[in-house]
């Protein structure tokens, strides 16, 4: 028996025959007649010396040897089918994919774009708001913009700015809850998207690393961080904004921070592309643009105290 492999037209046949568990399906998605389809298969079977498939009147199944082909065939057309997407995005040096999760997109990406279109217009941006982590090749992606520790192995993944938090509010309500003492009867927003870092960043935290006793849980609760912000933005009452999230905000007024005591925050934002993409214009551009956005608020960043936190 021959360890040679078959012609990958016939391969191609047998896959679409295999996932559609019809011949005329197959045909149609092929663009072959199935008299020529069937006749790709017929030829698989010689090569292999044994059916692939059961011919039942107005069905087919797959033989025990068409079982064992089939997941390995289907995962190769479907990593042959990344491949070529990745080499055409090689050749776009005008479109630029990136994915986000939907609180940097919103509060992060969206105010500042119309800054990168204004010096990019050559760039198409085009954004998917997830929190899936996806796939560079078979999801069509160029960036990712990821928050966490990682690891990011085999890809090219650059640390944006240090993340902390600290206690943001209108400033309406800085004149009542502007107090430490205050601020524990403060409505307390929480942000529970961060709540799987270690050491803790949460309220708890953030007294217990001012020297209180954290306040009894109360204020409303937020699976999103930029539903947080929002609400403190509405005058709902006191958030701990993340950095990345609030620091707009901060620097224009929308926000005060009364309290120059920031936590750290065990995670950061990550810009993500595969090894070797990172030198492509347009990525190298949006790379270029983020970390001066950053850079132009970092007075703003630097001015707070980091705290120490609890690690027991």
């Known amino acids: 028996m021959s360890d040679r492999l078959p012609p990958l037209t016939a391969l191609r046949a047998f896959d679409a025959a295999a996932r559609h568990m019809s011949f005329a399906q197959a045909a149609a998605e092929l663009n072959v007649t199935p008299a020529a389809l069937s006749f790709q298969i017929k030829s698989l079977e010689e090569h292999l010396g044994a059916p692939l498939f059961h011919r039942l009147n107005r069905a087919v199944t797959l033989t025990d040897a068409g079982r064992a082909l089939s997941p390995d065939t289907q995962a190769a057309f479907e990593r042959l089918s990344a491949g070529w997407r990745a080499a055409l995005r090689t050749q776009d040096h005008q479109t630029l994919t990136v994915t986000a999760g939907p609180a940097f997109t919103a509060k992060w990406l969206a105010p500042r774009l119309f800054d990168f279109a204004q010096a990019h217009p050559e760039i198409e941006l085009r954004f998917s708001a997830s929190l899936r982590i996806m796939d560079f090749n078979r999801d069509n992606i160029d960036v990712a ?4 520790t990682g690891p990011d192995k085999g890809l090219y993944s650059l640390p944006l700015a240090e993340e902390w938090v600290v206690p943001v509010m209108v400033p309406e309500l800085a004149a009542t809850y502007g107090g430490l003492q205050a601020l524990a009867q403060a409505p307390l927003i929480h942000d529970q998207s961060i709540d799987f870092l270690k050491p803790d960043v949460n309220w708890g935290a953030w007294f217990t690393a001012m020297g209180m006793d954290a306040p009894p849980r109360s204020g409303p609760s937020f699976s999103q961080a930029d539903h947080a912000i929002d ?3 509405a005058g709902v009452g006191v958030a701990l904004g993340r950095r990345a999230l609030v620091i707009k905000d ?5 926000l005060v921070a009364p309290f120059p005591h920031a936590l750290p925050v065990n995670g950061r934002f990550r810009f993500i592309c595969p090894e070797g993409m990172q030198d492509r214009p347009q990525i190298d551009a949006f790379k270029n643009w983020i970390l001066q956005e950053i850079d132009k608020l970092s007075d703003t ?6 705290l120490e936190p609890d690690v027991t």
């Not at 960043?301 to 980091?306: G, K, T």
């Open 301 to 306: 960043a630097n001015s707070f105290e980091m």
């Open 231 to 233: 609400a403190a933005l």
């Open 145 to 148: 913009i990821r928050f966490g």
């Open 250 to 254: 901060l620097a224009e007024g929308r």
